[in-house]
């Protein structure tokens, strides 16, 4: 029977308080008082009430976070028992709805002699540093697969939270996506590029994917703060539709002080994807008009992630999670790997 694992930081690390746009830590009350009174104070957070607001806003999504995998089964199992699918030939990846030019790099990665300098000049563009972006998509498909999801969007199944700082989107594993379409898009098409580019970062060793699409529109999210993924290398590709404004920007990398770190603004095409590593710090700019979608693929590397988590910058501790995966694997092996620690609350 396979087993899944997450790093023990997921449960309490990297909590977003969207009132106050900060990532928090929290361990106990204590701690977290400690920690970020202050600078909650300085946010608006000043009466002993809102404090309070927090705190239980925070064991919810701790909450959340440790019955994730029970609750995202109950939707997957009730999506699939009563949705009836508009589109049924989007579940399924085919060349088709591949941009020629995303065929181009990959035919080309699959040379014998295929090179970094040799793919930068068919991508072409180097929106910021280690940031590239091209066609990923057809127009037809991204059309069609806008109104699958909109018409899963209007139907009565349940819909799961993308991550904690999407208010609107759809998980795309819980629809149906994963085996037939994100596995083979990222194993087949994305992974002879990325190890090509990302070769320091665990590129060329992809081994599993969390994805899901977010949807920005007006009264609903607008925007999306500066973060980092849960990621080794992730693709953001612009899905559509009528919107204006909404740029993505990139500042420099997680362990690069917020200081010294200057943001490049950069246009988001529809159909285009960007790709970067999962570290590189970035946003999405708030939408003036429209709906916005785009569908966001982050891309794991358990051989890289097994040495350093990437969101607690720590040799991981695992946890066995009962089905949900963060992407860490155990080698049986490995003596270490089996003293496993849990501090669930």
């Avoid at 449960?11 to 920690?35: G, M, P």
């Avoid at 009565?156 to 994100?182: C, H, Q, V, W």
């Avoid at 999210?221 to 404004?245: I, P, Q, R």
């Avoid at 590397?301 to 097994?306: D, G, M, V």
């Amino acid at each position: 029977m396979e087993r899944f694992y997450t790093c023990n930081c997921f449960f309490r690390d990297n909590i977003f308080l969207e009132e106050y746009k900060l990532h928090v830590r929290f361990v106990s009350e204590s701690q977290f008082r400690n920690d970020y009174k202050n600078i909650l104070r300085s946010l608006g957070c000043v009466s002993e009430s809102q404090f309070r607001d927090v705190i239980g806003k925070i064991h919810a999504e701790i909450e959340r976070r440790q019955n994730l995998k029970l609750k995202s089964a109950e939707r997957a199992a009730t999506i699939k028992e009563i949705y009836t699918p508009l589109h049924q030939h989007v579940y399924h990846l085919q060349e088709s709805f591949l941009a020629p030019e995303l065929l181009q790099m990959v035919n080309y990665c699959a040379s014998g002699d295929a090179t970094v300098e040799g793919l930068l000049k068919l991508i072409q563009t180097e929106a910021a540093p280690r940031v590239f972006r091209f066609p990923v998509f057809r127009k037809e498909f991204c059309n069609d697969l806008i109104e699958e999801l909109e018409h899963f969007e209007q139907s009565d199944a349940p819909k799961g939270r993308p991550n904690t700082m999407n208010n609107y989107g759809i998980l795309l594993n819980e629809l149906g996506f994963d085996e037939s379409f994100i596995t083979p898009l990222r194993e087949v098409y994305l992974r002879p590029l990325t190890a090509l580019l990302y070769s320091d970062c665990g590129g060329s060793c992809l081994d599993s994917h969390r994805a899901f699409v977010v949807k920005y529109a007006m009264r609903e999210d607008l925007e999306l703060c500066y973060h980092y993924d849960n990621a080794e290398v992730t693709l953001n590709v612009s899905l559509g539709k009528d919107f204006t404004e909404g740029n993505l920007f990139f500042g420099g990398m997680r362990q690069v002080p917020l200081s010294e770190t200057e943001c490049v603004e950069v246009e988001h095409h529809v159909t285009e994807g960007l790709l970067h590593r999962g570290q590189h710090m970035h946003g999405a700019l708030p939408i003036s008009s429209g709906t916005r979608w785009n569908l966001i693929i982050w891309m794991r590397a358990s051989r890289e992630r097994n040495k350093l988590c990437p969101m607690c910058g720590k040799r991981p501790t695992l946890v066995e999670s009962n089905g949900f995966s963060d992407g860490f694997t155990v080698d049986p092996d490995d003596d270490t790997s089996r003293n496993m620690s849990c501090s669930l609350t």
